[in-house]
């Protein structure tokens, strides 16, 4: 599936990452930052797609959009600042 979410010299600098998890990093870096309005959908669906993958598929599926938002209000509540930090 291509999308065109981000540019083929993005999609390079990901590919050119030391590790696995450097790679993962970079890439949802470049998702966060592509201001494309459905970057994580569609790479939710790309990762779908590969069979791979079902268990992270599960995993994703088994949150609803009340557990989530919930989680997000324990994290907002835990931090003394009221911002939100995400490390990738």
Same mark, same amino acid.
């Given at each position: 599936?291509?999308? /065109?979410?981000?540019?083929y010299?993005d999609m390079r600098?990901v590919?050119?990452?030391?590790?696995q998890?450097?790679r993962?990093?970079t890439?949802l870096g470049?998702l966060h930052?592509?201001?494309?309005?459905?970057?994580?959908?569609k790479?939710?669906?790309a990762i779908k797609?590969?069979s791979?993958l079902?268990?992270?598929i599960?995993?994703?599926?088994h949150y609803t959009? /009340?557990?989530l938002i919930?989680q997000?209000?324990d994290?907002? #509540?835990?931090?003394?600042?009221?911002? #939100?930090?995400?490390?990738?």
């Amino acid at each position: 599936m291509q999308e /065109e979410v981000i540019s083929y010299e993005d999609m390079r600098k990901v590919l050119g990452q030391g590790d696995q998890r450097d790679r993962c990093r970079t890439l949802l870096g470049l998702l966060h930052t592509s201001n494309h309005p459905q970057a994580f959908v569609k790479l939710y669906l790309a990762i779908k797609e590969d069979s791979g993958l079902q268990e992270l598929i599960d995993r994703i599926d088994h949150y609803t959009y /009340e557990s989530l938002i919930s989680q997000l209000q324990d994290m907002y #509540i835990s931090e003394p600042t009221g911002f #939100i930090t995400f490390f990738l």
